[in-house]
């Protein structure tokens, strides 16, 4: 958000004093009216004002009485968790996601359906057919829908650019599915989505400003979150660390080109390597797969480790590369590959201390993320309550 | 600048204003009161109270009057250009510079001492000496000491973790300045500096969002402007990606590790595998050995086109590894190295094209700084105005 918009009308500076104060309310509530006025610097007439339109939405309710600070103990107020309800879309590579999830990033209900290799229409119908069971199932009133997908996404137009699995091309999915449902909608890619989910939802307790999540699963990719806000980059492409090259005339890559990160750290490439390039693994087999070779690698299988390792390194040089331009300490690994646990996550760190200056590595935290999450379901969810409520996730 | 400060004081309120009105004059101006309200959110009467102070200070001026929108036509207000001076220094490898910069970054007076070897205590007397001679020759109110200079550098302690060339170790570079002279000092990365001199002062037209800025000198190193703001990182060691090892047990560097980025795409590097490793062309031999080589190159040496387009390509990829992280579409390059022109930089773009995914890399846009300005002085001129004046340097 600009703190100079380009032309600001009445109505834009109420709008934009309701998007403060919830923000306020929001990070770091309880708190009292005084509190919001001297955090927003708006004024306290300005701040009674906003909370009354918000106690009268239900958005915000009053939880008792903070202690005095010499006169009479002022009223504390706070963001009422489940006033609201976003219907959050993960469109995986093997089945579609939704979900209702409430501001605080609590589930309040999750579907699931396996794509079975449809693709273009077919895989939209799905889509839609997703949506409107979620819609039967909200029991609060629904703020929007935040769908996360693979692919090139341009987030401020709503337009899936390219995701290759569905075969979808400037797909603008945003305005079928406003149009289709009366909703705002926001779209957002899914490795973004998820650096946004951790950020927003994940940490208890103190927020770092900075961090980077990595995907490593049947794709590769990244979310970076800077200053508490998500990067998207020029063309919404930050984060496709996948398809820069890192192997000189390697292996051909689904993007076209030869010796992408994701031809060497993906799942995919690891079952690649195992089996030899060409074998179908493709849907349905290639979670079990996925499972034996990590039965093979916990048994010790010299092969498998080596690729697994390999795997973890060529990561680790990637995420190198992004330390050494960001300087970003936190790290959170996600995706299937970091079901290979412990020694995958080493090999990574260890590629990473290799490469990065001293001075930077010693600082970086590198952690594989909770499993039991849908980081997209809520990373879009998240996405969608900021564009609605100005719902912030800074610090 | 966080929308929600800790705790504001009235008194930090009122700062707060200042601050919002004199960005909106600097990025905005000539623009009338109104229009400054109805942009920073702030009523009337708190910026006409704020635009008597800012008139009282001579840090504003009145321009005559702007169109009607009814009815009588606004009075136009601007911020002065030499209303105040910086002291910029530059603490080079080679030299150190010191300028008098003016708010729009025009250079009023500029002085280059060479360092000759000093290191320690005898390089530190040489910035007294500089910032002794600026202080003569200020004829405007100063604002304060901006510093850029190679190195780890903790921005907001002001201090110098670690400048190799320098023998400075963990000095508190802004302390004693402070001290010293009496006024605000801020100390930057010399890379990080040119980044934000050629975001704040570079661009003639619309500025981009964000930009990346590559230097290839005697070291390499970026600088990240991100949404208008300098990229610091966790540790100040955003943009070191110099010390990001590029070549598996490559030839070894000055960090101590091998294989770094500096040893294969810096000037020192080109020169190493002219010379053979080893040969000195440290201090003031450099400039004359690498004009040596770059008439070699101009004829068409076969040996020097390798070298000199190898380091291009290793550069290229650094920055596509950046790209393919921040999806950032403006690349500027700078340093010593960007003399050996057109070729190079060809170099450079080819394997950005080569190395990053189509979709992003087509609407990269590589270029070379304009060599006339020290952007080291301007870009910490610029971080000190910013700390000072809130002047910002977003769009």
Known sequence: MSLLPTKATHRQTREFNVRLVLRCLYDLGPVSRAEIARRTHLTRTTVSDV??????????????RGPSSGGKAPILLRVVPDARLVIGLDLGEEAFTGALVDLRGTIHHEERIAIEGRDGTAALGLVYRLVERMLERAERPLLGI??????????AGGVIRWAVNLDWQDLA?????????????????????????IYAFGATGSRPANLIAVKAGKGVGAGIVMGGELVHGDGYGAGEIGHVVVVEDGDPCRCGRRGCL????????IMDHLEGPGTDHGSDDSEATLDQAREAFERGDARVQSVVLSAGRYLGGAIAAMIGA????????????????????????????????????????????DSGSNLAVLGASALLMTSQLGLSLTR
Chains 1, 2 share one sequence.
């Open 173 to 197: 999915l945003a305005s079928l599915l406003e149009r289709r449902f009366g909703l705002p909608v926001q779209v957002v890619n899914d490795c973004r989505a998820a650096a946004l989910a």
């Open 51 to 64: 909370v009354a339109g918000l106690l009268d939405e239900e958005l915000v309710e009053e939880v008792g």
């Open 326 to 369: 960001m300087d970003i300490h936190r790290v959170v690994l996600h995706g299937s590959v970091t079901t290979f646990g412990e020694p995958w996550v080493a090999s990574v760190r260890e590629r990473v201390g290799q490469r990065t200056l001293g001075l930077l590595a010693s600082d970086v935290d590198i952690s594989v993320a």
């Open 262 to 269: 994701e031809t060497v750290a993906s799942a995919h490439a």
């Open 146 to 155: 935040g769908v996360g997908t693979p692919g090139v996404i341009d987030t």
